[in-house]
């Protein structure tokens, strides 16, 4: 099942260890976006997944990225190894030096212990889907800087395989989103109310310290979209510094603890 990951993790030579490589490597070992994270994500959604072929491509992508955890784990344990001996090496991080021998552990570059609260999981599958397509192009994102801080050849060569991989499921599960036919904003079975989905409030100010003016595109105009411009607060919300907004004919006491509403005479 794994043969080509582990032809390419056992060609993988490390010229030249880094230490400090080695610890930001830990991001994608046990960090948010690593390959731990995807794994239990992908393979939780799958025994939950009543869908029994896109359950069966769940599985399928969460077994392979327990092998891209392999493939990190490998990677970032060649390149912490001189902290098993050096010095020097272990200053990089004095933690995985001194608590971790030098080796990798259940935590991220920071130090921070893997948590399930990294996984997104609903029990809805388009829902799912779509938390899986984010998380594979954060993975690109965080692999595309670990190769762009390395200069060894080897490590590249895997971190570039693993990167690609990454676009390989965006591609996967966007097909799996696209076939189930559903309309793209419908999420759920209860509806959004009518109008109210269609307004764009324009909330912010327009002005800033570069100056920023209010912007106009496809996401706020056209087709159904109408701008509204300041939507006030309902009466009994607090506005700014704690103070309630007050509208119209109406205004708010306190009696209690409790806000109430009054009409004005």
């Known amino acids: 099942m794994y043969h080509h990951i582990k032809k390419l993790m056992y060609t993988v030579n490390v010229g030249s260890p880094d230490p400090h490589f080695g610890n930001m490597l830990l991001e994608q070992f046990g ?35 327990l092998s891209h955890l ?35 552990g259940l935590f991220n570059s920071m130090g921070d212990a893997w948590t399930a609260d990294y996984l997104k999981i609903t029990g809805e599958l388009d829902v799912d889907l779509r938390s899986n397509i984010a998380a594979e192009a954060r993975a690109k994102i965080v692999y595309e800087r670990l190769i762009n801080f390395s200069d060894d050849r080897g490590t590249k060569d895997a971190l570039q395989f693993l990167m690609t991989r990454e676009i390989t499921h965006m591609k996967a599960f966007t097909a799996a989103l696209e076939s189930l036919g559903k309309d793209q904003f419908s999420i759920g079975n209860i509806p959004p ?20 003016s209010d912007a106009r595109g496809p996401w ?46």
């Open 31 to 65: 960090g948010a976006n690593g390959e731990l994270a995807a794994a239990m994500q992908y393979s939780i959604q799958g025994l939950n997944c009543d869908d029994p072929d896109r359950k069966d491509m769940l599985m399928d992508i969460g077994t392979e990225e």
């Open 70 to 104: 392999e493939i990190v784990g490998t990677l970032a344990r060649m390149h912490l190894k001189p902290m098993k001996k050096s010095r020097d090496s272990a200053e990089a991080d004095p933690l995985i030096a001194i608590a971790g021998g030098g080796g990798v």
């Open 193 to 212: 109310t009518p109008g109210l989905v269609d307004e764009y409030f324009n909330d912010s100010t327009g002005v800033g310290d570069e100056g920023e």
């Open 220 to 265: 706020n105009e056209g087709g159904e979209w109408k701008i509204v411009e300041f939507p006030e607060l309902e009466p009994g919300v607090e506005g700014h510094h704690g103070k309630t907004v007050v509208k119209s004919n109406k205004h708010v006491a306190e009696e209690g603890g409790k806000s109430r509403v009054k009409k004005s005479a």
